[in-house]
Nanobody, 113 residues
Framework: VQLVESGGGLVQPGGSLRLSCAAS????????MRWYRQAPGKERELVAR????????SYGDSVKGRFTISRDNAKNTVYLQMNNLKAEDTAVYYC???????WGQGTQVTVSS
């Protein structure tokens, strides 16, 4: 199982980023996927979840209405569209396959003017 995140970077408050997670080594379309984040000095936080076919999603309260999780099973990729970013969204973002507890290496998102 390999999960590789990309798309992080530095963005100004109010800006947008789209994170991608390329999955390999397993049948991607059979598994629910998640995005977590961890900010310095804080516990890991569940950001969003998506079902295996993409028909069901859920979000943490802090990102509802601003972030959207989606997936393309033909491309073995899960996405996190982040809009109206705030300083408190600064964190390392991780792509996770909960079954088996597989994590990517993370991608840094920094929101700052």
């Amino acid at each position: 199982v390999q999960l590789v995140e990309s798309g992080g970077g530095l963005v100004q408050p109010g800006g947008s980023l789209r994170l991608s997670c390329a999955a390999s080594g397993f049948t991607f379309s059979s598994y629910n996927m998640r995005w977590y984040r961890q900010a310095p000095g804080k516990e890991r936080e569940l950001v969003a979840r998506i079902s295996s076919a993409g028909g069901s999603t859920s979000y943490g309260d802090s990102v509802k209405g601003r972030f959207t999780i989606s997936r393309d099973n033909a491309k073995n990729t899960v996405y996190l569209q982040m809009n109206n970013l705030k300083a408190e969204d600064t964190a390392v973002y991780y792509c996770v396959r909960a079954t088996g507890n597989y994590w990517g290496q993370g991608t840094q998102v920094t929101v700052s003017s």
